[in-house]
Every structure is written in structure tokens, then in C-alpha cells.
């Protein structure tokens, strides 16, 4: 069955961590990615990995601060988030795309979603 079920949002404070999953059903040889919408903007790619995971792109805001990672045995994806800022603030998507290309344009299929608020 193919499906995309994230989890692991919530509420963190400035400079706290948290670790994101997504279980990636039927999408092994595919890449996943991360995208986020922060109210009031478009939404932008976070950070994706191909099929192997010998590849990953991160968005310039959060180079540094965030991993991707994927474990393949389980098909989940997972984006540990640390330092996390409150413009980190917004939904939080899991998506499969092409490759690992995070532009948007390659996205096959959307997860529903999960709230990631960073604040005091």
C-alpha cells in the first residue's frame, strides 16, 4: 500500500530539537523529501534524499542545523531538527520526489502534514 504517514511535530523551544518521521510505505527506490509552509508563504524544500541516500540537498536556512536520514528496512525517512529557530516555524510536508530534488517540481506524492511551532 502506498502511503506517507509523518509524526513526530509539536511545540519546541528556540534552540531545542526535534525529530520528525515519516513512514514511506512502497517508495524504497524512491527519493523523499521534506517541505515546510510557514503561514502567509509558499512552500519551500527542506531537505531531500534519493533512493540510496547517498545524496541529500538542504535549504540554506537550515544547512548545519538539520539531518536527513533514511532507513530503508523500515521505509521511513527522519529529519532531526536542531537549533531549531522560530522561523522554523510552519507544516512540515514528507513528500516523494525525483532524485533528491527538493525545487518542488519533482514531487509525486504528499504526506498530510505535521505542525512543527517553535516558540517561547
Known amino acids: 500500500q502506498l502511503q506517507l504517514v509523518e509524526s513526530g511535530g509539536g511545540l519546541v523551544q528556540p534552540g531545542g530539537s526535534l525529530t520528525l518521521s515519516c513512514a514511506a510505505s512502497?517508495?524504497?527506490?524512491?527519493?523523499l523529501g521534506w517541505f515546510r509552509q510557514a503561514p502567509g508563504k509558499e512552500r519551500e524544500g527542506v531537505s531531500c534524499?534519493?533512493?540510496?541516500?547517498?545524496?541529500?540537498k538542504y535549504a540554506d536556512s537550515v544547512k548545519g542545523r538539520f539531518t536527513i536520514s533514511r532507513d530503508k528496512a523500515k521505509d521511513t525517512v527522519y529529519l532531526q531538527m536542531d537549533s531549531l529557530k522560530p522561523e522554523d516555524t510552519g507544516v512540515y510536508y514528507c513528500?516523494?520526489?525525483?532524485?533528491?530534488?527538493?525545487?518542488?517540481?519533482?514531487?509525486?506524492?504528499w504526506g498530510q502534514g505535521t505542525q512543527v511551532t517553535v516558540s517561547s
Open positions: 512502497g517508495f524504497t527506490f524512491y527519493g
Open positions: 534524499i534519493n533512493s540510496s541516500g547517498g545524496r541529500t
Open positions: 513528500a516523494v520526489v525525483r532524485g533528491n530534488d527538493c525545487s518542488g517540481a519533482g514531487v509525486y506524492r
